[in-house]
Nanobody
Framework: QVQLVESGGRSVQARGSLRLSCQVSGSIGSTYLLAWCRQAPGNEREGVAVIDSDGDTTYTDCVKGRFTLSQDNRKNNLYLRMNTLRPEDTAMYYC??????????????????WGQGTQVTISS
């Protein structure tokens, strides 16, 4: 079982920056996928950024060059650094985890474990 607790969401102006944190606890295992997903009102939940147990990252196109995913050395925390924020980045951001292989990395439906979410609101 894996527990995920997000923090860091708040309201900022466009072109600002935020860093989201996800505290990861429980039995994560040696092969895993950790991700940040988001869901805006009226939209489906979407994968934003993913990191696997080898440290390889994948980003959805609209955040490439603006968002950066990282972990601490002990892999107890997952971070999402978000720069040059836009109003369309407004959403509830969720930390997620999965162990299965062979599924699309950014597909939100693949993740088995979820945090409670942290709200990010970007004003123009």
């Amino acid at each position: 079982q894996v527990q995920l607790v997000e923090s860091g969401g708040r309201s900022v102006q466009a072109r600002g920056s935020l860093r989201l944190s996800c505290q990861v606890s429980g039995s994560i295992g040696s092969t895993y996928l950790l991700a940040w997903c988001r869901q805006a009102p009226g939209n489906e939940r979407e994968g934003v950024a993913v990191i696997d147990s080898d440290g390889d990252t994948t980003y959805t196109d609209c955040v490439k060059g603006r968002f950066t995913l990282s972990q601490d050395n002990r892999k107890n925390n997952l971070y999402l650094r978000m720069n040059t924020l836009r109003p369309e980045d407004t959403a509830m951001y969720y930390c997620a985890a999965d162990y299965r292989l062979g599924l699309p990395r950014l597909w939100a439906g693949r993740f088995s474990y979820w945090g409670q979410g942290t709200q990010v609101t970007i004003s123009s």
